[in-house]
């Protein structure tokens, strides 16, 4: 027998099965949301996520490192989608007004529609394929259970951060120094996926 192999703690057929479900679930549960959003509105899920994220927050704003946070991102990628996003007039980026280093991220009006056009058919779809078909009691179970699971493989992050750092009160992106696309791309953020500090000015904030 291999090195190690007896120390193994292998899944017993109930947690195989729970464990497969789960897996099958989760890639067929988001292979759905992209399919529904690229059908109906030709958006990613992805990008949705972004723009939604953005709607909800305070003055519809959040720094980018705050919403690599929500949208569980890797700035790399979060820069890259921004930058699509910005080039279709939905999001703007702009620096913070205390902070240069600091970018803020802000839906405009354009991004705004798109959300309210794009939400109902999405929720639907959510609904549909989740809620509906859970019990009250199962529903809240469910949300113990994801609960733990996330705070195991992100102990440091909120599941939904309801205070964002970025101020509510802080200067409408036309009055700042707005960021055009491509500028800022990153490609690691102290903080979020990356052990190194960086000294050059990038999305990432400098808080």
Same mark, same amino acid.
Request: net charge negative; aromatic share 4%; glycine share 6%.
């Given at each position: 027998?291999?090195?190690g192999?007896t120390?193994?703690?292998?899944?017993d057929d109930e947690?195989?099965q729970?464990?497969?479900a789960?897996?099958?679930f989760?890639?067929l549960?988001?292979?759905?949301?992209?399919?529904?959003?690229?059908?109906d509105?030709?958006l990613?899920f992805?990008?949705y996520l972004?723009?939604?994220m953005?709607?909800e927050?305070?003055?519809?704003?959040?720094?980018?490192?705050e919403? $690599?946070? /929500?949208v569980?991102? @890797? %700035?790399s990628?979060l820069?890259? +989608?921004?930058?699509?996003?910005?080039a279709?007039?939905?999001v703007v980026?702009s620096r913070?007004p205390?902070d240069?280093?600091?970018?803020?991220?802000?839906?405009?009006?354009d991004?705004?529609?798109?959300?309210?056009?794009?939400?109902p058919?999405?929720v639907?779809?959510?609904r549909r394929l989740v809620?509906?078909?859970?019990?009250?009691e199962?529903?809240?179970?469910f949300?113990?259970?994801?609960?733990?699971?996330?705070?195991?493989?992100?102990p440091? $992050?909120? /599941?939904?951060?309801? @205070? %964002?750092?970025?101020?509510?009160d +802080?200067?409408p992106p036309?009055?700042a120094v707005?960021?055009?696309?491509g500028?800022a791309?990153?490609g690691?953020?102290?903080?979020?996926d990356?052990d190194?500090?960086?000294?050059?000015d990038s999305?990432?904030?400098?808080?």
């Amino acid at each position: 027998m291999m090195s190690g192999m007896t120390d193994t703690r292998w899944l017993d057929d109930e947690e195989q099965q729970t464990w497969r479900a789960f897996v099958a679930f989760s890639r067929l549960l988001s292979e759905a949301m992209e399919r529904q959003l690229g059908r109906d509105e030709g958006l990613p899920f992805s990008y949705y996520l972004i723009l939604a994220m953005l709607s909800e927050a305070p003055g519809r704003s959040l720094t980018m490192t705050e919403l $690599a946070t /929500v949208v569980r991102a @890797s %700035p790399s990628r979060l820069s890259h +989608a921004v930058n699509k996003l910005q080039a279709n007039g939905w999001v703007v980026r702009s620096r913070h007004p205390d902070d240069r280093r600091a970018i803020i991220a802000s839906l405009t009006d354009d991004g705004m529609a798109v959300v309210e056009k794009a939400a109902p058919g999405h929720v639907g779809e959510v609904r549909r394929l989740v809620f509906d078909r859970l019990t009250p009691e199962q529903l809240a179970s469910f949300d113990d259970i994801l609960t733990t699971l996330l705070a195991g493989l992100d102990p440091d $992050a909120p /599941v939904c951060p309801d @205070s %964002p750092v970025c101020p509510t009160d +802080a200067e409408p992106p036309s009055a700042a120094v707005e960021i055009g696309p491509g500028c800022a791309d990153v490609g690691g953020c102290p903080g979020i996926d990356s052990d190194e500090d960086s000294d050059d000015d990038s999305d990432c904030d400098a808080a």
